[in-house]
């Protein structure tokens, strides 16, 4: 059977097809890219660093991979091996939406990354403790056995169970690159259909919550499947699902498992859709992040109260918009949980958490979409009954290797 093709972006996906002039580095001072301590940064190094990012291999001290000094581990850090590669200039920042669009209430400069104090090791990232996984075919119409992924330790060489607005709905139009990444779920469960949100991190695989493809105990008997244009509008291009993956532990209400993917029979490359990069976020902490945009966009069922029908004809009842607010990092559970003070509501769920890095390489310049986590709900205060803070699972190396290396996973009809 054939299974998953990982594309991360276009640059790792050719990680070792480089073969570009090695950049030479002191045999005793090694530079930050030179992963195998060889005295180069080269194609072996850019190799190491796309094994990683697809799930395949890990290591505790992942902060060393962090070579832009974002606070994450992600394809903008790609970026900067293939420059050195290349020999040409890299320089990034966190971008903010704010600058280009009007409708945001809150204004945000653009910002430089924020200085790190020191790494605080991540206990979870060499533990290596396997998952099990369920997962539900479509195409049989059953549930087939379910399977185990185990990470695999390696070695460099080197050193809210609701949703809700907090305080007034700041959210607007999405219109952005990005919403070509983002999905919109429609799922029949025992004959009810409920609204989710979904985003594209493959050829042919979509992130969401394990609640929106798992409803009391039932998996679905359908789940329909748009994509949107740059402007936030649902075009008519539906997608159609193949398999439903979640894990074994998942229980209603839990956020750790909260997680499902999604594997789907078009080739999304064909599409023209932005993938979204996942990696791992460490210092995940206020402080660290204070000055970082946050943003989490999705296809919510009311904004401000109204029901997210077309605003410009209410009887047209077929056109949904997707909706972004921006925001800041609140606070971590550093080993599963992602805080934050975005405002969303129910059709959100399965929504990226991320953040925008503007890259520039040379002469270009471009823009990288991290998801930080997958938001799942909200938090309420226990006297005054407003939410307090919105949130979901973060990003692991489990979720690289489910969503980036899953050998279980196919996309082909039976």
Request: a negative charge; aromatic letters at 14%; hydrophobic letters at 30%.
């Amino acid at each position: 059977m054939k299974k998953i093709k990982r594309v991360l972006s276009g640059f790792i996906a050719t990680a070792t097809l480089l073969t570009g002039t090695a950049f030479p580095v002191s045999a005793t001072t090694y530079d930050q890219c030179d992963l195998n301590k060889d005295g180069y940064v080269g194609v072996a190094d850019a190799a190491i660093f796309n094994k990683y990012l697809a799930g395949s291999y890990y290591v505790p001290n992942y902060n060393i991979l962090d070579f832009n000094k974002s606070l994450t581990v992600d394809a903008a850090d790609a970026e900067y091996i293939y420059a050195k590669l290349y020999g040409t200039s890299y320089e990034a920042c966190y971008w903010s939406r704010a600058n280009e669009n009007d409708n945001n209430k809150d204004t945000y400069p653009n910002v430089d990354f924020p200085a790190v104090s020191g790494f605080t090791p991540d206990a979870y990232a060499s533990n290596t403790a396997g998952r099990e996984y369920r997962r539900y075919s479509y195409t049989q119409k059953k549930e087939l056995a379910p399977y185990t992924l185990t990470p695999t330790l390696g070695d460099l060489n080197s050193v809210a169970n609701s949703r809700g607005v907090i305080g007034v709905d700041d959210r607007y139009r999405a219109n952005g690159t990005e919403c070509t990444g983002i999905v919109r779920l429609v799922t029949t469960c025992n004959g009810v259909n409920y609204l989710g949100t979904g985003f594209i991190v493959g050829d042919h695989q979509i992130v969401t919550n394990a609640h929106c493809v798992y409803k009391d105990n039932l998996w679905p008997s359908d789940i329909k499947i748009n994509l949107y244009n740059e402007s936030g509008q649902m075009t008519n291009k539906e997608l159609h699902w193949v398999e439903a993956h979640i894990p074994s532990n998942y229980t209603n209400g839990s956020v750790i498992y909260d997680y499902a993917l999604i594997t789907v029979k078009e080739d999304l490359s064909e599409y023209n859709c932005v993938y979204f990069s996942i990696g791992n976020s460490y210092n995940l902490t206020t402080n660290d992040y204070a000055s970082v945009p946050l943003y989490l966009t999705g296809c919510p069922g009311t904004v401000h109260g109204i029901s997210n029908k077309n605003p410009d004809n209410i009887n047209d009842n077929n056109i949904f918009y997707l909706y972004s607010a921006e925001g800041r990092i609140l606070s971590s559970n550093y080993s599963y949980m992602l805080s934050c003070n975005i405002d969303a509501s129910n059709g959100q769920s399965g929504s990226p958490i991320y953040t925008i890095t503007q890259n520039k390489v040379g002469n270009s310049t471009y823009y990288t979409y991290t998801a930080l986590g997958i938001y799942k709900g909200g938090k309420k205060d226990g006297i005054s009954n407003e939410y307090i803070y919105n949130g979901g699972p973060l990003i692991t190396k489990y979720h690289l290797q489910f969503y980036n290396n899953n050998p279980n996973a196919s996309y082909i009809v039976d």
